[in-house]
């Protein structure tokens, strides 16, 4: 317990530090008028307020498989991008509207409904591809340089904006932010997408995929804006689709040689979306459309553990897993079924033996820790999720996780100080700072570690302070 502790205020001291940072300002680079009117270090102490606000009030979609398998896509297709600084924070949006954005810093945001609106997995990397590209050219900064000769607008106000279009799904939110693009200077909104379209584009034929599904991507959403009617979805108000962006990007296809359009993983992916997105009303529809496909079985044995019959989505995971022995997705979803259904003993030996061949792998670990919850033993759950904070620590629903596992286990310093992080990650400081007074309180005799509280309660005081006067 104590290992944990003094890990948990090393990063109280490294969490000073990135504040400090915050605050620090780039000197521009002389002649670079890009620099001058906000620098990258500014972009992402702005990327990290905004994130904050987004877990705030944001629905997130939370599923440790659809998470790993995003993130790790996203990097992929990050490393063939220009983007400077390749370190990316994914957010999956509880929202089955089409939508993808980028923010400085990093920061990818997709829609569930993306995966819905997408054939393939290579349509799906054309809008990742995309918004890589609004990184990588960094429209953020030009917009502020733009704005700054013409309305003085800000970043933090665009990013304001995404968030309220992202949180209240109302896409007319967007036009106080990105939307000034599209409403005073449309033609700047027109060059910044040709860019992202292009970059995106090279980018998208340097991950290894079909060039040609971007514009089938295209055509995809023209079909879905012709049937929105005035309901249209907030990215095809900022991405606005047009004849020529189509037309462009089947000319730019004609030279590549073809490449991925879609894998087994993405499938069982977009599936297993699907499923999470489910309520209880409509499983009974989707079981009438479940074809005979791979994917459909994988859908087939997530409804079947969804009804509690657990035994029938065993044996539909197990003919899965003898055609596609190797793949880690069907695995780990055997291993939650086995959990699920209360077969604590069976659900660790398998997932175990899963993590001899996969080493802290992250779905794996989170279902091992689900386990040692069931039978009880809080204090092994808790350090398994104390080594998946170590990887993912501003992870609010892990943090929400960890803190509730160490109530459980009467480690009342441990939860005060998680539980904090959990509150502060989510935008909501004056209740981060609550939890970390208690946590003070109850280290009055660790003059050491009651100092790091206090060190970390001044600038959290900071950050309440600055939220009463925006």
Known sequence: MIKKTIHFFIFLIFASTVFSQDKTIELPLIGDRLSGAVSETEEQALGRQFLRDLKKDAQILYDPIVQEWTELFVYKIGENSKVS???????????????????????????????????NEAQFASVVSHELAHLSQRHFARQILENSDRSNASMAAILASIVVAVTTRSPAAILGGQGLLATQRLRFSRLYETEADREGFVTLENSGYDTSEMSEMFKNMQELRRLSGDNVPEFLLTH??????????????????????????????????????????????????????????????????????????????????????????????????????????????????LLEVSLGNYPLSYNLANAHILEENYLAAEQILEDIKFYRPVDINLLKDLSAV?????????????????LFYSGRYEEALRDLQEARRIARNNFKIREIITERILILQTYVKSSRRS
Do not use: W
């Open 85 to 119: 600084k390749k370190t990316f924070e994914v957010l999956l949006i509880e929202d089955n509207n089409l939508n993808a954005f980028a923010a400085p810093g990093g920061i990818i945001g997709i829609n569930a409904g993306l995966f819905k609106y997408s054939d």
């Open 240 to 353: 606005p689709i047009t004849t020529r962006r189509i037309t462009e990007s089947r000319v730019r296809a004609r030279g590549s040689e073809g490449g991925t359009i879609d894998s087994l993983n993405f499938k069982l992916i977009k599936q297993r979306v699907k499923f999470l997105m489910t309520d209880n009303l409509s499983i009974k529809a989707f079981e009438k459309e479940i074809g005979d496909t791979d994917e459909d079985l994988y859908f087939s044995a997530l409804i079947e553990k969804k009804k509690l019959n657990f035994t029938k989505s065993i044996e539909i995971l197990e003919l899965l897993e003898a055609k596609y022995p190797d793949n880690l997705i069907i695995k780990t979803s055997k291993a939650e079924v086995y959990t699920e259904s209360g077969n604590v003993k069976k659900s660790k030996d398998y997932t175990k033996k």
């Open 406 to 422: 160490q109530k459980s286990s009467n480690n009342m310093l441990g939860y005060h100080l998680t539980n904090s992080e959990f």
